[in-house]
């Protein structure tokens, strides 16, 4: 079995040395070098041609923002950055995606009980999908278009959307291109508590559309993203003609919270054929069963195509589990799901034969 060679690269020996032993307990990754500044790690890179690196943000002698946007110019690789969890760190962290990182992780509080266990598992499970991941996918800008959408939606109208790895640019390659009178828009993205506001910062600063992090009780509004808070989950529920979003902190869900399939369910039920959803690039399987319910309610339903994924994880799994009505490229997507209001009618005489399985199973 080939082992994923990891190399970590951060100013805190106790970093470099927690995550050494993370990584060789590991029976398919071993840690090949660590180094403390950039300038060191540049010339092992040369040298040992690591599969994966992690990488700190605040560093000596060149901060990590420098360093990857120099890595991704002259030799692209899969990077998990470690990130502080603070406001600073948060922005820097969104940052660092646009650039090029395939995913992050919050550093551990070492001030609070944090489960360093949790932590060391969770750290491994990113490498092990930044592995595979396609190093530049969705790190492009998007072809500019103008959004072309005349369907008269009411409240009833609404898209969901749910994402993971590489999923905060293909999100905003996403958004960007959605029109102001587009039918409200709820979002489950995997990312922890005190990412997700400056997340929905960035996007709505990007956008022609509303985005925001959702609040609980918070109506579901046409022209506004609402993108579901780090550690909760979101739902929809029945308010009037429209809906408004409940949060919780139940259980997590595919070991996810926020979860896509919890909130892909509640869209099956409230909202059925009056309904768009698509299902953007991740790892696992989570979001495959509440796609596939959505499916079975007569919405209309879509996967992020293989060739412009980040990682085609969760777009399999919806797709292996037959309920994905389309596979579209990326930039393509906003168009697609803009055009499915169009064709609302169509939905309307579908067989009753597909409005079965709307249970929430997680």
């Given at each position: 079995?080939?082992?994923?060679?990891?190399?970590?690269?951060?100013?805190?020996?106790?970093?470099?040395?927690?995550?050494?032993?993370?990584?060789?307990?590991?029976?398919?990754?071993?840690?090949?070098?660590?180094?403390?500044?950039?300038?060191?790690?540049?010339?092992?890179?040369?040298?040992?041609?690591?599969d994966v690196l992690t990488l700190d943000i605040d560093m000596p002698r060149m901060d990590g923002l420098e360093f990857l946007s120099r890595l991704m110019r002259l030799r692209p690789m899969p990077v998990v950055m470690i990130s502080s969890?603070?406001?600073?760190?948060?922005?820097?962290?969104?940052r660092a995606l646009e650039q090029g990182a395939v995913d992050f992780i919050a550093k551990p509080d070492a001030h609070t009980n944090s489960d360093w266990q949790e932590w060391g598992e969770r750290v491994v499970e990113k490498i092990r999908?930044?592995?595979?991941?396609?190093?530049?996918?969705?790190?492009?800008?998007?072809?500019?278009?103008?959004?072309?959408?005349?369907?008269?939606?009411?409240?009833?109208?609404?898209?969901?959307?749910?994402?993971?790895?590489?999923?905060?640019?293909?999100?905003?390659?996403?958004?960007?291109?959605?029109?102001?009178?587009?039918?409200?828009?709820?979002?489950?993205?995997?990312?922890?508590?005190?990412?997700?506001?400056?997340?929905?910062?960035?996007?709505?600063?990007?956008?022609?559309?509303?985005?925001?992090?959702?609040?609980?009780?918070?109506?579901?509004?046409?022209?506004?993203?609402?993108?579901?808070?780090?550690?909760?989950?979101?739902?929809?529920?029945?308010?009037?003609?429209?809906?408004?979003?409940?949060?919780?902190?139940?259980?997590?869900?595919?070991?996810?919270?926020?979860?896509?399939?919890?909130?892909?369910?509640?869209?099956?039920?409230?909202?059925?054929?009056?309904?768009?959803?698509?299902?953007?690039?991740?790892?696992?399987?989570?979001?495959?069963?509440?796609?596939?319910?959505?499916?079975?309610?007569?919405?209309?339903?879509?996967?992020?195509?293989?060739?412009?994924?980040?990682?085609?994880?969760?777009?399999?799994?919806?797709?292996?589990?037959?309920?994905?009505?389309?596979?579209?490229?990326?930039?393509?997507?906003?168009?697609?799901?803009?055009?499915?209001?169009?064709?609302?009618?169509?939905?309307?005489?579908?067989?009753?034969?597909?409005?079965?399985?709307?249970?929430?199973?997680?």
């Amino acid at each position: 079995m080939k082992r994923i060679r990891v190399m970590a690269v951060d100013d805190s020996a106790l970093m470099r040395n927690m995550l050494s032993a993370i990584i060789n307990q590991q029976p398919d990754m071993e840690m090949v070098a660590t180094a403390p500044d950039p300038l060191v790690a540049r010339e092992l890179i040369k040298k040992l041609n690591p599969d994966v690196l992690t990488l700190d943000i605040d560093m000596p002698r060149m901060d990590g923002l420098e360093f990857l946007s120099r890595l991704m110019r002259l030799r692209p690789m899969p990077v998990v950055m470690i990130s502080s969890m603070t406001t600073q760190g948060s922005h820097t962290t969104l940052r660092a995606l646009e650039q090029g990182a395939v995913d992050f992780i919050a550093k551990p509080d070492a001030h609070t009980n944090s489960d360093w266990q949790e932590w060391g598992e969770r750290v491994v499970e990113k490498i092990r999908s930044s592995a595979k991941a396609r190093v530049g996918q969705g790190h492009t800008s998007p072809q500019q278009r103008q959004p072309i959408f005349d369907a008269r939606v009411g409240h009833e109208s609404l898209i969901a959307i749910g994402s993971s790895t590489g999923g905060t640019e293909a999100l905003r390659r996403v958004l960007v291109q959605m029109p102001v009178n587009c039918p409200g828009i709820v979002i489950a993205q995997h990312m922890p508590a005190g990412f997700t506001r400056s997340f929905a910062q960035r996007l709505d600063s990007l956008c022609a559309i509303n985005v925001r992090e959702a609040q609980d009780g918070e109506r579901v509004q046409m022209g506004t993203a609402l993108i579901a808070p780090g550690d909760l989950h979101m739902e929809i529920v029945r308010q009037g003609k429209g809906y408004a979003v409940r949060l919780s902190n139940a259980l997590e869900v595919n070991r996810h919270r926020p979860s896509v399939d919890v909130l892909f369910h509640s869209v099956a039920l409230h909202a059925g054929r009056h309904a768009s959803a698509a299902i953007l690039t991740g790892m696992g399987h989570d979001g495959a069963r509440g796609m596939l319910a959505l499916y079975n309610a007569c919405a209309y339903t879509l996967a992020q195509s293989e060739a412009t994924c980040v990682v085609f994880g969760m777009p399999r799994e919806a797709i292996a589990r037959g309920g994905v009505k389309a596979v579209v490229d990326l930039d393509d997507i906003s168009q697609h799901l803009l055009d499915s209001f169009s064709h609302n009618k169509q939905r309307n005489r579908t067989s009753a034969g597909r409005s079965g399985d709307n249970s929430h199973d997680g």
